[in-house]
């Protein structure tokens, strides 16, 4: 199985490497970037168009990935919407399903004991630890070397840019971001001149969800 973009953000914000296991730690805006990562894959599939403030659907033929399939499916053919409602309004819902998808595909093995504990269904060990430290490091690995973004795929600087937004340490440290901020800037211009104002709603959502602790479902 060949992980999507919304799948990858998944095991990159819930695992844990000092633990070597998925935690709820990373729980808080998980759903934003979920959706996020979707638009941006729809965008690059040429499934979605966007001015910059609003996108609206262009294909009739829908994405085969159910999550990806589920986002698609919310934009009326006729009528734009704005990347904040897009990103934020459904931002609990986004979760769950994705989540399942690894279960089903064997990468998020089923949590075991605590099941009065609301957060335990979002823990889980994984069945691929090596795997995920691989996925993270490739991802990291360009920004931590200052690597132009030019060079980098851009399903890698997506990763990068996606986790990376709104300084809440999914991926990277506070002390890395501020070390590579000047990395990160442009890898979100890079980012903006393929899929504009996406990384910008993205931002305003996590933003304004902060103070409600992020939402999951």
């Not at 979920?34 to 168009?49: C, E, N, P, S």
């Not at 990160?184 to 504009?196: E, I």
Request: net charge positive.
């Amino acid at each position: 199985m060949e992980l999507t973009l919304p799948q990858r953000i998944y095991l990159l914000s819930a695992y844990d490497p000092d633990k070597a296991d998925f935690t709820a730690t990373g729980l808080q805006f998980r759903g934003q970037r979920l959706r996020a990562a979707a638009f941006a894959v729809l965008v690059t599939d040429g499934l979605v168009r966007t001015d910059g403030k609003k996108a609206w659907r262009l294909a009739e033929k829908a994405p085969r990935d159910t999550f990806l399939h589920g986002v698609w499916d919310e934009l009326p053919a006729d009528k734009a919407q704005g990347w904040l409602r897009l990103v934020h309004n459904k931002a609990h819902t986004a979760e769950t399903p994705v989540r399942e998808q690894l279960r089903e595909a064997g990468y998020v093995e089923e949590p075991h004991g605590h099941r009065l504990n609301p957060l335990a269904k979002h823990k889980g060990a994984p069945s691929d630890p090596g795997g995920l430290l691989t996925l993270r490091e490739r991802t990291r690995g360009p920004v931590l070397a200052d690597a132009p973004p030019e060079q980098v795929p851009d399903e890698d600087v997506t990763l990068g840019v996606l986790c990376a937004e709104g300084g809440t340490g999914a991926l990277f440290t506070g002390k890395e971001q501020k070390a590579h901020k000047e990395t990160l800037k442009r890898f979100g211009a890079h980012f903006d001149a393929r899929v504009p104002g996406l990384r910008a709603a993205l931002l305003t959502s996590i933003l304004s969800a902060r103070s409600v602790g992020g939402g999951w479902s």
